[in-house]
């Protein structure tokens, strides 16, 4: 079975400053997929990033960013310029076709101060 | 409609009613999922639909728990006999088709079920 963990229940950094969100997972496959999810306190999830596993180069979305090491499974969040916007739960996630089930971490609680 | 619908968004129940918890899919999307979400939890998987093909019930915590979704489209997950470990956030979603083909599944925004 796959496992995701966010070792980091809450986080908070300043406005404009950088933060990285810290995921890592567990399975024997070779061919996955990631992604990263922000939960706002609307509730209403939206994804903010994903990554193939097949793909050696990192993703990135305008100010947000992966860290993607295969080897040591290992996928972080890197949000630059942060705004105050960007406070919500961020949550980790892997998914392993044909399985559609989409494996969630518990989450890191990102506050961004002014 | 424009985004996933989800009612209630906040339900209050006693222990041992059962209840039902609905959703709207973006129209055209064939993929429907419900998740879990309990407190200072991740997202539990709970059920998938996929068109006219059987459902994953493999993520259904036990047999008080059910959904269906009638013409393809609106859902409804019904928890019979609740209990207070019930209590959660249900979240919906659903996507164009299987989601790793564009890794989006778009969310609503929730129904807060509470057990007294």
């Known amino acids: 079975a796959q496992t995701v963990t966010q070792s980091q229940p809450e986080m908070s950094v300043q406005e404009a400053e950088t933060v990285t969100l810290s995921c890592t997972y567990d399975?024997?496959?070779?061919?996955?997929?990631l992604f990263w999810y922000k939960q706002p306190p609307s509730r209403q999830m939206i994804l903010v990033i994903r990554q193939e596993a097949y793909k050696q180069q990192n993703a990135t979305e305008n100010r947000f960013s992966v860290n993607f090491q295969k080897a040591a499974k290992s996928f972080s969040l890197k949000i630059s310029d942060s705004q105050l916007g960007d406070t919500a739960m961020y949550f980790c996630?892997?998914?392993?076709?044909?399985?559609?089930?989409?494996?969630f971490g518990a989450g890191t609680r990102l506050t961004v101060k002014p | 409609g424009a985004g996933v619908s989800q009612s209630p968004s906040n339900k209050v129940t006693e222990k041992g009613k059962d209840v039902e918890l609905r959703c709207d899919p973006i129209s055209g999307h064939t993929a429907l999922y419900w998740y879990r979400q309990s407190l200072g939890q991740g997202l539990e998987f709970l059920i998938y639909?996929?068109?006219?093909?059987?459902?994953?019930k493999s993520g259904l915590p036990s047999d008080r728990f059910s959904a269906e979704r009638t013409g393809g489209s609106v859902s409804t997950l019904t928890i019979q006999r609740t209990q207070q470990e019930d209590s959660a956030v249900y979240l919906c979603?659903?996507?164009?088709?299987?989601?790793?083909?564009?890794?989006?599944?778009?969310f609503g925004e929730g129904s807060r079920l509470t057990v007294l």
């Open positions: 996630a892997f998914m392993k076709p044909p399985h559609v089930s989409m494996r």
């Open positions: 979603a659903s996507s164009l088709a299987t989601a790793w083909n564009t890794g989006e599944l778009f």
């Open positions: 639909f996929q068109g006219n093909s059987a459902p994953d």
């Open positions: 399975t024997s496959e070779s061919n996955y997929y």
